[in-house]
């Protein structure tokens, strides 16, 4: 059974910094785009960051200058480097890979989340 668990999350001044981690465990033959996204209450879930097995990475317009996405592939982690935290970056990050099981095709896997609070 594939699972993915984040890690890092937590309660941060505005301007501190947070770096998140996504651990993919399990049996499976391969791990393609990887990415992040956030809830915040009462919005719809939004892509945060995203990077290919290759390294190649797309980043929301609110993330851009400030959040850094990187992968550990021989690890099957992904990381988010959080930096410059604004209130409005509160949210549950959810880690999100496209992966491909033992016994079937390619599959969206999704993390339970991990809380971002950014407050003076």
């Known amino acids: 059974q594939v699972r993915l668990v984040e890690s890092g999350g937590g309660l941060v001044h505005p301007g501190g910094s947070l770096r998140l981690s996504c651990k993919t465990s399990g049996s499976f033959i391969n791990i393609a785009a990887m990415g992040w996204y956030r809830q915040a209450p009462g919005k719809q879930r939004e892509l945060v960051a995203a990077i290919t097995s290759g390294g190649s990475t797309n980043y929301a317009d609110s993330a851009k200058g400030r959040f850094t996405i990187s992968r550990d592939n021989a690890k099957n982690m992904v990381f988010l480097q959080l930096n410059s935290l604004k209130p409005e970056d509160t949210a549950i990050y959810l880690c999100?890979?496209?992966?491909?099981?033992?016994?079937?095709?390619?599959?969206?896997?999704w993390g339970q989340g991990t809380q971002v609070t950014v407050s003076s």
């Open positions: 999100n890979a496209r992966i491909l099981p033992l016994k079937s095709g390619w599959e969206d896997y």
